[in-house]
């Protein structure tokens, strides 16, 4: 499976964005997904996750300003942004989610990595 990331850009701090992630290739039902970010000399860090049965998850960070979900009609996750930060600036790469719940927070317990969509936050 490839996953593409699409829908960053850049926006002044405040305003709102959505992420997609589209699969292609083989169809699969994964039991989770997930959004990191890396921005510039940083450690990538996770965002948020979404788990079968619809359970989410975010880092603290992001906790009340973004959302993630899945259509599973066409199995595309979205990240919606709100109230965006010039720290929220980064690269955000979804991915797959292959770990046991405990791990839904660990970059290592993922695969099938995207190829990234940059956010910028202007101040």
């Known amino acids: 499976v490839q996953l593409q990331a699409s829908g960053g850009g850049l926006v002044q701090a405040g305003a709102s964005l ?3 992630c589209a699969p292609s290739g083989p169809t699969f039902s994964p039991d989770g997904m997930g ?3 890396q921005a510039p000399g940083k450690e990538r860090e996770f965002v948020a ?3 079968r049965g619809g359970f989410t998850y975010y880092n603290d ?3 009340g300003r973004f959302t993630v979900s899945r259509d599973n009609s066409n199995g595309i996750v979205y ?3 709100n109230s ?3 720290e ?4 955000y790469y979804c991915a797959v989610h292959r770990g046991i719940l405990s791990t839904v927070r660990l970059s290592t317990s993922y695969a099938y990595w995207g190829q990234g969509t940059l956010v910028t936050v202007s101040s």
């Open 18 to 20: 959505r992420l997609s």
């Open 35 to 37: 959004w990191f970010r």
């Open 49 to 51: 996750a979404w788990r």
């Open 61 to 63: 960070s992001v906790k």
């Open 79 to 81: 990240l919606q942004m």
């Open 84 to 86: 965006l930060k010039p």
């Open 88 to 91: 929220d600036t980064a690269t």
